[in-house]
């Protein structure tokens, strides 16, 4: 499994993955653009991976600078991870720098551990040092994989009526 850039090629196993992203309380995670999910199917593929691209230098207001990587092995994408660059003061509290979701399909094997591994080594997590990575508080896979890549817990916050609380981690980087 490696990481790397949206790109067209992907776009039969994207949709796949969307498709089983469909009964999730995060699904829109998947996608990612501070855009609402039914916008996504408004546009062609190529115009949904330029906007990520574009997206990563030029969010829109109240989104930060980011890096937007597909996890991908043998051709399939298997999970998205946002690596971003600040923390704004929704990102400080629940957001954090990196946010990772796994397609269903892949779930339970280990790729969650190593996308989050690998998105650790990336030159933008380096630059930031100190990460703030977050997780639901009943999300006991999520809090598994931070802890294996060394999130140390901070605290655990109240986020919202109707929504589960947010555990914080920080994980240190050279």
Known sequence: MHLTQPHARNEASFRQALGEMET?????????L???YEDFYNTSFADYVA???HFNKHPPA?????TTLWAVENAEVIGRVGIRHELNEFLAREGG???YIVRPSFRGQ???TLMLKQALETDQARTIGRLLVTCDEDNMASE???LKNGGVLENIVEVG?????KKRFWIEVE
């Open 97 to 99: 720098h990196i946010g």
């Open 62 to 66: 109240g989104y930060v600078c980011g």
């Open 24 to 32: 999730e309380r995060e699904r829109i995670s998947w996608i990612y």
């Open 34 to 36: 501070g855009e609402q």
């Open 144 to 146: 598994k994989i931070i």
């Open 51 to 53: 906007r990520a691209l």
């Open 110 to 112: 280990g790729f969650g």
């Open 161 to 165: 009526p109707d929504k589960p609380r």
